[in-house]
């Protein structure tokens, strides 16, 4: 079978597939993720909620919803929307992270379809969805103008895709690279490339290119004092946004 | 094949803590299983429990908030004042609700009825199921999810399994948690007396050379007695007929309220220090006497056991309310580390207060004046007399209203 996986990068892919077993401590190597999915998924409960007039108290919120996470790797933040309702599909281009996915997501006795896939190869079996989370995994495809498009097409008219990836700064290249994967080891070091960062300014480019609408990017930070994460107006280093397809 | 249930939260024992926890847990949301040994016919027996409770303005509030207190306050006694004094000597110690404000200082509760209003509340609430007459025989707690296995080969399988099985707890020993423990060798006899005199809403805290004796005021002219003796003279006094126990109670008790007289039965309990060094296990919480129990002197436990049942489900709600795993080791760490230091204060407290007084060599009577001197130090006093420290710092969670946004 031919895959038709342009956007994805190998490199990358290997490099995850390697600590991949490690996925659901909260203590190892994705601990930043764990970290950051409280204030994350409350920025995006917020936003459904808000955006389809769903009442926050209700136990299954995004029940009526369609979701794709791309870039799903352990199931992290698959799990939350599918315990919040949504009908999750988890795609990931490598093949162990969707097995521990899936096991995972058995263990928590959840529905979620994970399939290791690629977004474009969705868009070849003409899926579409509510909602897209495309949560740090623009700053590792090969391709980001052609991956966006892919996204644009995955959704139904009316829809909203969700983004989070890093700013490329001088404060970021302290920070993620230098901060969070050589000093403070939250990362393995060559988690990510510096070079492939996008600025914000790069991103609503690409984003409004494929013709998304109301693209709103907010900052996510952390706080060392608190250790946590939350939503601010300082984009310099993550950040994480909200746009939509056009209503027919 | 086994039977197999389902829920969110399951509960290991159904005492005046669990029932509590349920309660709230509910409240939140939460599908719960509550699973005790004893018949709930038992538990709610007017005889199973002898014990009363002393119960903080501020958690008087948090069970007011939940629905819980309406049809307690029925029998809720206001504490107005409390006296803390050395016997044969003049108090040390005063608090007078009304030089905090007009409201009590905290309530008096007799077991029994926390026990009838929980469990009422409890078969009422649909997310609520009560397994009564079923023992726990182990647990598992593999693949993200905690199972456990019952008697009757039932099993339960749930996020997180709360241990309020007090505290000599099965779970805690098979998830092997150490204790600290400590042997007071003493035995705390629990009666309910009646007195002559109204007791005018005054807690009276004495300290003996045994050991403290409270009398702590209930509805009427009753009053709950908490009585420490060494284990030996406990043993006695016990096995005197009605007549010579009296005898000897009012001897202590002295005549202040007029004649006084013990409400049979009498309670025994021998008291003993112990605090798990670790709140949690993989998939696992520990709550009340299950984690910390001390000596009774100032009938602050339970309301450390309540803090930690309030501050439990509140951390599980917001996890769930972001989808997230509820029983994930983050949240218990972070349990343990936010409630451990309280209780250490408390445990430290009553230690040093028992001791302080239970003995009579003259190095000791100079430490006790230091220390007498130190607990005068109202700010310390207050906060433990008073767990007023609990009443002030947090704002009171509704578990039927939570919401982070």
Redesign the interface.
């Known amino acids: 079978m031919e895959m038709n996986n342009n956007t994805i990068d190998e490199n990358e892919i290997s490099n995850f597939s390697s600590i991949a077993d490690k996925w659901?401590d909260?203590?190892g190597p994705f601990k930043p993720l764990?970290n950051l999915?409280?204030a994350r998924?409350?920025y995006i409960?917020?936003k459904l909620t808000s955006y389809y007039n769903i009442d926050?108290?209700d136990?299954k919120p995004f029940k009526n919803l369609r979701i794709l996470d791309i870039g799903c790797g352990g199931g992290i933040l698959s799990?939350?929307?599918?315990?919040?309702g949504g009908k999750v599909v988890g795609v990931d281009p490598s093949e162990k992270n969707i097995k521990i996915a899936k096991t995972?997501s058995n263990?928590?006795?959840l529905k979620i379809d994970y399939i290791n896939s690629s977004a474009e190869q969705l868009v070849e079996w003409g899926e579409k969805f509510d909602v897209i989370l495309n949560m740090e995994v623009v700053e590792h495809v090969s391709n980001i103008e052609t991956f966006i498009s892919s996204c644009y097409s995955l959704i139904k008219p009316g829809g909203i895709m969700f983004i989070a990836t890093l700013n490329r700064t001088i404060k970021s290249y302290f920070f993620a690279i230098i901060g969070a994967e050589y000093i403070l080891r939250w990362l393995p070091k060559g988690t990510h490339d510096w070079n492939k960062f996008v600025k914000p300014s790069e991103l609503r480019n690409y984003c409004s290119n494929s013709g998304f609408i109301n693209i709103d990017f907010r900052g996510i930070t952390y706080n060392p004092i608190k250790d946590n994460w939350s939503i601010t107006s300082d984009l310099s280093v993550n950040y994480i946004g909200n746009l939509n397809k056009r209503k027919l | 094949m086994a039977d197999k249930l389902?829920a969110d939260i399951s509960i290991i024992g159904a005492g005046l803590v669990g029932s509590i926890c349920a309660n709230f847990a509910a409240d939140a949301?939460f599908n719960v299983i509550i699973i005790d040994k004893a018949s709930h016919k038992d538990l709610i027996k007017n005889d199973f429990d002898g014990r009363a409770s002393a119960i903080s303005f501020g958690n008087k509030r948090l069970l007011e908030v939940n629905n819980l207190w309406d049809e307690i306050s029925n029998y809720a006694q206001p504490i107005l004042e409390i006296r803390v004094s050395e016997e044969g000597s003049n108090s040390f110690l005063h608090f007078d609700h009304l030089d905090v404000g007009s409201d009590p200082l905290g309530y008096m509760v007799e077991n029994r009825y926390l026990r009838k209003v929980f469990f009422e509340k409890i078969l009422k609430k649909k997310n609520i199921k009560l397994l009564d007459e079923n023992e726990i025989i182990d647990f598992a707690t593999e693949?993200?999810?905690g199972e456990c296995f019952l008697s009757n080969s039932k099993i339960i399988e749930s996020e997180i399994i709360i241990a309020a099985d007090g505290v000599n707890s099965k779970i805690r020993k098979k998830s092997y948690i150490d204790v600290f423990e400590k042997d007071y060798r003493q035995t705390a006899i629990v009666t309910t007396v009646e007195h002559e005199k109204p007791h005018n809403g005054i807690a009276h805290e004495r300290f003996r050379e045994p050991g403290p004796f409270a009398i702590l005021p209930l509805q009427g002219n009753f009053s709950s007695l908490v009585w420490v003796e060494s284990n030996a003279t406990a043993d006695r006094l016990l096995k005197l007929n009605s007549k010579k126990f009296n005898f000897e109670l009012e001897k202590r008790f002295g005549n202040f309220l007029g004649n006084v007289k013990s409400v049979p039965p009498n309670w025994k309990y021998r008291l003993k220090l112990s605090h798990a060094k670790q709140y949690y296990q993989k998939r696992v919480a520990l709550i009340g006497d299950a984690a910390h129990a001390t000596h009774p002197l100032a009938g602050q436990n339970f309301n450390a056991s309540i803090q930690d049942i309030s501050l439990l489900v509140y951390m599980l709600k917001k996890k769930?309310?972001?989808?997230?795993?509820i029983g994930?080791?983050?949240t218990l760490k972070k349990y343990d580390r936010l409630r451990r230091p309280s209780n250490d204060r408390l445990i430290a407290m009553t230690t040093f207060l028992n001791s302080l007084f239970s003995t009579n060599n003259p190095l000791n009577k100079f430490s006790r004046k230091t220390g007498i001197a130190l607990v005068q130090n109202s700010r310390i006093a207050k906060n433990f007399f008073m767990n007023y420290a609990g009443n002030k710092e947090t704002k009171i969670p509704n578990f039927s209203d939570i919401?982070?946004?």
């Open positions: 659901w909260p203590y764990h999915n409280p998924i409350l409960k917020n926050t108290k136990p799990e939350p929307m599918a315990r919040l995972h263990q928590s006795k | 389902y949301g693949n993200s999810r769930s309310i972001l989808g997230l795993d994930s080791i983050d919401n982070i946004f």
